[in-house]
């Protein structure tokens, strides 16, 4: 970066970069899933399957909000020469990094189907939905706070996961009108 900026990326749409594809490969494993007997049957399944959705959108969308509140109270302003990353690249680099592991849950959710069917799919569009409320939360936040939160890109690696990750030591901030997403991540109309 030029005289000494950072590549930022906006932390309502990192957290809401794996929603969409979370919720889409939950669908769609659900309802192959639902195909298949199982061992329990798909009465069972399904109500599982609505129980597990249910606990996943709850567990993901509350968890670590006390380290996400923490980072943005202590949030610096971003300086001049910092680079904020658009939504589109910090979406793309996201889905790139996970696609195998997006994969192999898609890949769990349906051989789960042989036991329990449906169950699966319906876990990870619960987890899914849970991204999207907790991108929501974000957003009102950033709205409050009338300021958008951003977190370097180098912490941002595999490792990291999610933008409350270990290596993630402090946020920046900017104002409402900087970059091209909305506060919660979404597109800007």
Do not use: C
């Amino acid at each position: 970066m030029a005289r000494g900026g950072q590549g930022l990326a906006r932390v309502a749409v990192v957290v809401r970069a794996g929603a969409a594809p979370l919720w889409w490969t939950g669908v769609v494993a659900a309802g192959v899933g639902v195909l298949p007997e199982g061992i329990t049957g798909r009465r069972i399944g399904v109500l599982a399957g609505a129980a597990l959705f249910i606990l996943a959108a709850a567990v993901v969308a509350y968890a670590r909000r006390g380290r996400y509140a923490a980072l943005v109270g202590s949030a610096a302003r971003a300086g001049k020469h910092d680079v904020l990353q658009d939504r589109a690249v910090t979406v793309r680099n996201w889905r790139r990094g996970h696609r195998w592991l997006l994969l192999l849950a898609f890949a769990a959710a349906l051989g789960s189907s042989f036991v329990v069917p449906a169950a699966g799919g319906m876990l990870l569009a619960g987890a899914g939905v849970g991204l999207w409320l907790k991108a929501g939360w974000l957003g009102r936040g950033e709205r409050g706070d009338e300021a958008l939160h951003w977190v370097r890109v180098d912490w941002l690696g595999p490792r990291a996961g999610t933008p409350a990750g270990k290596p993630v030591q402090a946020y920046r901030a900017t104002g409402v009108e900087a970059g091209d997403a909305a506060p919660g991540g979404a597109r800007r109309r």
